[in-house]
T-cell receptor, first 113, second 114 residues
């Protein structure tokens, strides 16, 4: 079946440095790619998303890039802060379905003081 | 606004018992869904609903039932609990569907089946 691979599973960076999380998807019909942040004991929360007609999107310290040819998209966090420590999930729409996402396994981001 | 509210937060069941996980949203969202989250596996869709009276199966529906009698509520029923259903369960809602719009998640229910 279709899947989303997410790397790395754990990422440790120094406060102030940048962090990059990468995802690869298999369904060429996927057209929506959200990123969710999950803090301990809470549900996931959307931090940024991108659609297939856009190559890059930025929101303050967070950016997402999409390469449809390579079926690859990445999350970039600059000037990391302690509050960025969390688990991050990428996802891709199941084909062009409005109703289902295929989720990556998650990346635990640790910001070292 | 309360957003998406799940109850209970924690539950321990014995094998074979049944229970209902409650989910309510106050954002007038048509789409609601249930996920389970297991270590190293991300989120897996159990069931979803695109409106009152309409439900459909997700990736892992076996052992679970749902119904949607109102726009606000979407309960998940475990018919006969098994240890394999030990997991954290999340309810989510969105305006049209999580495949193209933001999903709002509840705080989760941590279920242990012994």
């Amino acid at each position: 079946g279709e899947n989303v691979e997410q790397h790395p599973s754990t990422l440790s960076v120094q406060e102030g440095d940048s962090a990059v999380i990468k995802c690869t998807y298999s369904d060429s019909a996927s057209n929506y790619f959200p990123w969710y942040k999950q803090e301990l004991g809470k549900g996931p929360q959307l931090i940024i998303d991108i659609r297939s007609n856009v190559g890059e999107k930025k929101d303050q310290r967070i950016a997402v890039t999409l390469n449809k040819t390579a079926k690859h998209f990445s999350l970039h966090i600059t000037e990391t802060q302690p509050e960025d420590s969390a688990v991050y999930f990428c996802a891709a729409s199941m084909g062009d379905s409005n109703y289902q996402l295929i989720w990556g396994a998650g990346t635990k981001l640790i910001i070292k003081p | 606004n309360a957003g998406v509210t799940q109850t209970p937060k924690f539950q321990v069941l014995k094998t074979g018992q049944s229970m209902t996980l409650q989910c309510a949203q106050d954002m007038n969202h048509e789409y609601m869904s249930w996920y389970r989250q297991d270590p190293g596996m991300g989120l897996r869709l159990i069931h979803y609903s695109v409106g009152a009276g309409i439900t459909d199966q997700g990736e892992v529906p076996n052992g679970y039932n749902v119904s949607r009698s109102t726009t606000e509520d979407f309960p998940l029923r475990l018919l006969s609990a098994a240890p394999s259903q030990t997991s954290v369960y999340f309810c989510a809602s969105s305006y049209t569907g999580t495949g193209n719009t933001e999903a709002f998640f509840g705080q989760g229910t941590r279920l242990t089946v012994v």
